[in-house]
């Protein structure tokens, strides 16, 4: 079954350090991966995805993820942080039939000034 | 150009209640998904339409049905509620393929 960890719970990071959140999946076949950022009560804003090509992927707001198929991770990093930034993030990855992401359980991101 | 839109944004339900969420894709998308995300948690897929026909189902009760209109947009029916069902609803849209998902606000669906 294809699946999706993110191993912590919270990341706390001071604002203008780098941060990094992680993600680790378990899927057949070539993976389609996401990350998504979701601010209080709101729904899910996307920040970037993996399909194929540059193992680096750029997305909105400075954000970017490495992709390692070796280690099946696909983390989440940004060169320095805002406070801005403090948010609860989820990465995804979309099953095997192309209907559904299968969603981590989410980190949230503290960023202090 | 408007994203995707849902509605009612809050929701009270008495258990044993039934509930309709709405939600416009963007245009030009013709695949909507629901999904259910209780607090403390990672969203749930619920189903996917594409074109008007069910193209998948996640593990939800029969209590939980869905339909997709000429026009794309969707409705998310739920019977019979539960206390359990209390959660943010999202919608989602998407061209299909290899793109990617927009996700609405939410409806926050409160039973009691």
């Known amino acids: 079954a294809q699946s999706v960890a993110q191993p912590e719970d919270q990341v706390n990071v001071a604002e203008g350090n780098p941060l990094t959140v992680k993600c680790t999946y378990s899927?057949?076949?070539?993976?389609?991966l996401f990350w998504y950022v979701q601010y209080p009560n709101r729904g899910l804003q996307f920040l970037l995805k993996y399909i194929t090509g540059d193992n680096l992927v750029k997305g909105s707001y400075g954000f970017e993820a490495e992709f390692n198929k070796s280690q099946t991770s696909f983390h989440l990093k940004k060169p320095s942080a805002l406070v801005s930034d403090s948010a609860l993030y989820f990465c995804?990855?979309?099953?095997?039939?192309?209907?559904?992401?299968?969603f981590g359980k989410g980190t949230t991101l503290s960023v202090s000034s | 150009d408007a994203g995707v839109t849902q509605s009612p944004t809050h929701l009270i339900k008495t258990r044993g209640q039934h509930v309709t969420l709405r939600c416009s894709p963007i245009s030009g998308h013709k695949s909507v998904s629901w999904y259910q995300q209780v607090l403390g948690q990672g969203p749930q897929f619920i189903f996917q339409?594409?074109?008007?026909?069910?193209?998948g189902r996640g593990n939800f009760p029969d209590r939980f049905s869905a339909r997709q209109f000429p026009n794309y947009s969707s409705e998310l029916n739920v019977n019979a509620l539960l206390l359990g069902d209390s959660a943010l609803y999202l919608c989602?849209?998407?061209?299909?393929?290899?793109?990617?998902?927009?996700f609405g606000s939410g409806t926050r669906l409160t039973v009691v």
């Open positions: 989602a849209s998407s061209l299909g393929g290899r793109d990617g998902y927009t």
């Open positions: 899927v057949s076949g070539n993976p389609y």
């Open positions: 995804a990855v979309r099953d095997l039939g192309g209907t559904a992401l299968i």
């Open positions: 339409y594409y074109e008007k026909e069910e193209r």
